[in-house]
């Protein structure tokens, strides 16, 4: 259980660039809010370097409906990756061919 906490807080700070994107917030509204200065805020943005409380204080002011389909639309991609097969291997598999 722990680590599925742990894959779902690298999931979202891996995206964290993309979710300030689709919030619609500039970047320098975003790095006042939260106490950067701009370039250091560009910096995290692109190579995803955010603290815990960075992306706590992010979330607080971004979060939204759209932000929230999008890492449930990856949540889910993530959970059903490599884990389908294809009809002829599954009649295979069940040994009617």
């Known amino acids: ?21 689709l919030s619609g917030y500039r970047n320098d509204y975003l790095s006042q809010k939260i106490g950067l200065k701009s370039a250091n805020f560009s910096v995290k943005k692109q190579k995803g370097t955010w603290s815990v409380d ?22 889910m991609k993530r959970s059903v990756k490599g884990k389908f097969i294809t009809a002829d291997a599954f009649e ?6």
């Open 92 to 97: 295979k598999r069940m040994g009617w061919k």
């Open 54 to 75: 960075e992306v706590i204080k992010l979330l607080s002011i971004i979060e939204n409906p759209e932000i929230e389909n999008y890492m449930d639309d990856l949540r």
């Open 1 to 21: 259980m722990l680590q599925k906490w742990a894959e779902n807080y690298q999931l979202l700070v891996d995206n964290m660039g993309r979710l300030i994107d």
